[in-house]
């Protein structure tokens, strides 16, 4: 049962571009809501999060934002570059659940120069 | 900066054989996660420990996976016999407490390919 979707499944933008990353979920019970990025043969490592009382947070160039009644978020990412090529994981916390971490199937993101 | 180390980096074995991963978190980190991540997918919460205990498994196959954290700081991941479903990329994460901390931090990863 996968319990957030996200898509698309690659994306491919010229440099300076703003690549969208999309993520739904149906679990109210999640309070919490990162992006993490993957570069092959690496770990994920978080980008940036929000708690769902607030609709946009920027950090730099990414900025998520969210909205709690269509319990979709989404990601951008400003003036894109190269370096920026990776995958990029959204993710849900269910406190409740011990702060369980459900992800999305990830987007692949190329950045040409 | 500290980080999670995980060995080996890269594990090849064949079906029926026994592999195991070994896992070092952040210092003081009282939580640990265990993750499988299939290519092009998500990573899937295999067990998570809080300390020496484990606080869900729901997830682990127990017939052929097996963890363990003894001391409530390292943690290793047996797979007992490896199937060819097994190949995947198994990542662990660390973070301070559930209650106190919300961002886990990732290892670079063991990727098993199982002949």
């Known amino acids: 049962q996968q319990q957030v979707k996200q898509s698309p499944q690659s994306l491919i933008v010229q440099k300076g571009g703003i690549p969208i990353i999309n993520c739904a979920y149906e679990?109210?019970?999640?309070?919490?809501f990162p992006w993490y990025q993957q570069f092959p043969g690496k770990g994920p490592a978080l980008l940036i999060a929000?708690?769902?009382?607030?609709s946009e947070k920027k950090e730099g160039r990414f900025t998520i934002s969210f909205n709690k009644s269509a319990k979709q978020f989404s990601l951008h990412i400003m003036d894109s570059q190269p370096g920026d090529s990776a995958t990029y994981f959204c993710?849900?916390?269910?406190?409740?659940?011990?702060?369980?971490?459900?992800f999305g199937g990830g987007t692949r993101v190329l950045v040409k120069p | 900066e500290a980080e999670v180390a995980q060995s080996p980096r890269y594990k090849i074995t064949e079906k029926s054989q026994a592999v195991a991963f070994w896992c070092d978190p952040i210092?003081?980190?009282?939580?640990l996660y265990w993750y499988r991540q299939i290519l092009g997918q998500g990573p899937e919460l295999l067990v998570q420990?809080?300390?020496?205990?484990?606080?869900?498994d729901s997830q682990l196959p127990k017939d052929r996976f097996s963890a363990e954290r003894l001391k409530g700081v390292d943690s290793t991941l047996k797979i007992q016999p490896a199937e060819l479903g097994d190949s995947a990329m198994y990542l662990c994460?660390?973070?301070?407490?559930?209650?106190?901390?919300?961002?886990?931090?990732f290892g670079p990863g063991t990727r098993l390919t199982v002949l």
């Open positions: 994460a660390s973070s301070l407490s559930p209650g106190k901390a919300d961002t886990q931090y």
């Open positions: 679990n109210t019970a999640f309070d919490y």
């Open positions: 929000i708690r769902p009382d607030v």
């Open positions: 993710a849900a916390r269910d406190k409740a659940a011990g702060n369980k971490l459900t």
């Open positions: 210092s003081g980190h009282a939580t």
């Open positions: 420990f809080q300390d020496e205990s484990v606080v869900d």
